[in-house]
Nanobody
Framework: QVQLVQSGGGFVQAGGSLRLSCAAS???????MDWYRQAPGLQRELVAT???????YDADSVKGRFIVSRDNTKNTVYLQMNSLKPEETGVYYC???????????WGQGTQVTVSS
């Protein structure tokens, strides 16, 4: 059974940093783990991804500030968020992209609140 368990997040002032974690179980590999954000009243949007080729795609708005990394020994993917902005408040989700092209496994979500 696949499970993605998130931790981290919380409350931070603008310009601050937070790190989110996504610990996976039941997966052979943690390649192709993506991070999404859902702001209040808006659709969920892709923030960053780390795929099997090691490429990282970041939404233009987070380039240079958000960093995706992983620890294969812990089967965990991290999203380091620096210089956070109030508009980046929302619930952040990790999601595993299967070869089918579908996200069938999602973390439970973690709230990030950035105050101005």
């Amino acid at each position: 059974q696949v499970q993605l368990v998130q931790s981290g997040g919380g409350f931070v002032q603008a310009g601050g940093s937070l790190r989110l974690s996504c610990a996976a179980s039941g997966l052979f590999s943690i390649d192709n783990m993506d991070w999404y954000r859902q702001a209040p009243g808006l659709q969920r949007e892709l923030v960053a991804t780390f795929n099997s080729r090691g490429n990282i795609y970041d939404a233009d708005s987070v380039k240079g500030r958000f960093i995706v990394s992983r620890d294969n020994t812990k089967n965990t993917v991290y999203l380091q968020m620096n210089s956070l902005k109030p508009e980046e408040t929302g619930v952040y989700y990790c999601a595993y992209l299967e070869e089918s092209g579908y996200y069938n496994y999602w973390g439970q979500g973690t709230q990030v609140t950035v105050s101005s």
